[in-house]
């Protein structure tokens, strides 16, 4: 597909593996899972402006979990109380879900990336097989400080797990996620309870991520109020 001869969007191929390595500044595998697709944006020379990943339903087999930030409300018409509260719900609302992943562009390549995003959510809702299965979201990554540690986590997580979440990943992939749920509190928090770095990470993505999320706005994927559970960032969401 040709989008005004400034790019071509198509499916990753075994020789684009060096420019994604490259664009995605990673050494890792970039092999697939069953049932994932890769897409690029090249321009007409061939250079790779755009990349991202579109991952199956997820946590069918191994769960996912997320926070719901959501709202009470403690009122006293006769003390003249009214104080509204977020909370903070463990869950696996958005299993299910197909799931955005490696988004990655050049500098100023943001019309490539969105072409991507289009074409992901297309493709999701040409398929016969998903039914009505189009749902499809997108984890940013929250706020961290200078030395990368992520303020959500410091005030919620690590009273529970002592591991860093960087550090954890990197030890034991993505799947650490999984288990290190079973150890977070399962009961509505209560947001007020968390220092104030904390509270004001919740939702928030980090400056590096901010041209993603843009893009993805601009995609109309929007947060519906469900966050990572290692440092509060946002999870974008379309239908």
Excluded: K
Aim: hydrophobic residues 45%; aromatic residues 6%.
């Amino acid at each position: 597909m040709s989008l005004d001869d400034h790019f071509t969007v198509r499916d990753a191929s075994a020789a684009d593996t060096p420019a994604l390595a490259a664009l995605l500044a990673t050494t890792t595998d970039l092999a697939l899972a069953d049932g994932a697709r890769r897409l690029v944006a090249a321009a007409p020379d061939g250079r790779l402006l755009a990349t991202l990943r579109l991952d199956p339903p997820l946590g069918l087999q191994t769960p996912r979990h997320w926070y719901r930030v959501g709202c009470t409300v403690h009122a006293s018409a006769e003390l003249r109380l009214f104080l509204r509260q977020a909370t903070l719900l463990l869950g696996n609302d958005l299993t299910g879900a197909h799931e955005l992943t490696d988004l990655a562009m050049a500098p100023g390549a943001d019309d490539a990336l969105q072409a991507l995003v289009w074409a992901a959510r297309h493709a999701l809702a040409s398929n016969p097989a998903t039914g009505n299965g189009h749902r499809l979201i997108a984890e940013l990554p929250g706020l961290r400080d200078a030395q990368g540690r992520s303020p959500f986590w410091d005030g919620l997580g690590r009273p529970f797990c002592a591991l860093d979440p960087a550090e954890a990943l990197a030890r034991h992939g993505p799947g650490w996620l999984t288990d290190v749920a079973a150890l977070l509190p399962r009961q509505l928090l209560y947001a007020a309870f968390l220092p104030d770095a904390a509270q004001a990470a919740i939702g928030a993505v980090h400056p590096s991520a901010q041209a993603v999320h843009d893009v993805l706005q601009a995609c109309g994927l929007r947060w519906q109020h469900q966050i990572r559970i290692d440092d509060g960032g946002p999870v974008l969401e379309a239908s």
